[in-house]
């Protein structure tokens, strides 16, 4: 990606002291923004990210919240604009698991899941639409008022047994991006969606770190590898840059091609 992509914009990513979030608030602060790194727990990681960051010359700090309080999402939004004078692009990014069979799942384990995966998202785009609006378009900074670039999954569209939770949350994620791409692009805020398929993280570990778990993964795979967070970090950047200005309400699958249907792939 250029280094100066997205020179002059403000971002925050959720959930960014790892994994995926990591990746990305790396990437987009190589590209020229500032980076707020939220995170809700994991202080000293988020920190190390914030260096990383500064040592690009943009700026950075971490801030410490819960994507599904509302307060804490309203401070967050509140504090950047007053450090950083804006924002122009949030990545609604923070997810979990709590998976369980049907039968065995617990209220709490799904409400966590729908309160952080989906809830969290509407309150991270909420606050952000309020400052989008408030701004409007800067000509030089941005072609937009604003981006909102939703992380979502394969599992939006792909069903997973023994994760209905999260499953649930990601098709919610899908619905909630293009009904605000359809409510916003007139007032030229661009919402979009990018949505993994397996990507070396923590949260899914036992899926890929030992050669037969690996194996087993890449049946699912037509392209022959498992991802890596940065190629989702490419492509939130490249859909937050006035390269894809006109890409409004697009989910753009990041799985190598995990959602072709592998198994129909010699007649099924």
Not at 14 to 35: C, E, F, H, P
Request: net charge negative.
């Amino acid at each position: 990606m250029p280094a100066h992509l997205l020179k002059g914009q403000k971002a925050l990513v959720t959930g960014a002291n790892s994994g995926i979030g990591k990746a990305t608030a790396i990437a987009l602060g190589r590209a020229g923004a500032d980076v707020v790194v939220n995170y809700v727990v994991g202080a000293d990681e988020a920190a190390k990210v914030v260096a990383e960051i500064e040592g690009f010359g943009v700026r950075s700090y971490a801030h410490e919240a819960d994507v599904s309080k509302d307060d804490q999402v309203s401070v967050m939004v509140s504090r950047m604009v007053d450090e950083f004078g804006t924002i122009d692009i949030m990545v609604a990014n923070a997810g979990l698991q709590r998976d369980a069979a049907v039968t065995e799942m617990t209220l709490a384990q799904w409400q966590k899941v729908i309160d952080v995966n989906l809830t969290g998202q509407f309150l991270c785009a909420r606050e952000a639409v309020k400052e989008f609006l408030r701004r409007g378009v800067v000509p030089e900074v941005s072609r937009a008022a604003g981006k909102i670039i939703c992380m979502s999954s394969v599992h939006q569209i792909v069903p997973w047994s023994g994760h209905v939770n999260y499953a649930s949350s990601k098709g919610g994620v899908g619905m909630l991006m293009q009904t605000l791409a359809q409510e916003l692009a007139p007032k030229k805020i661009r919402v979009n969606s990018v949505a993994p398929g397996a990507i070396r993280t923590p949260i899914n570990k036992d899926a890929w770190e030992t050669p037969d778990a690996e194996a087993d993964l890449l049946k699912l795979i037509p392209y022959g590898r498992v991802g890596d967070p940065d190629d989702i970090a490419n492509a939130v950047v490249a859909m937050a840059s006035d390269l894809l200005d006109y890409v409004v309400g697009a989910t753009l699958y990041v799985d190598g091609g995990m959602t072709l249907f592998p198994g129909f792939a010699t007649g099924g």
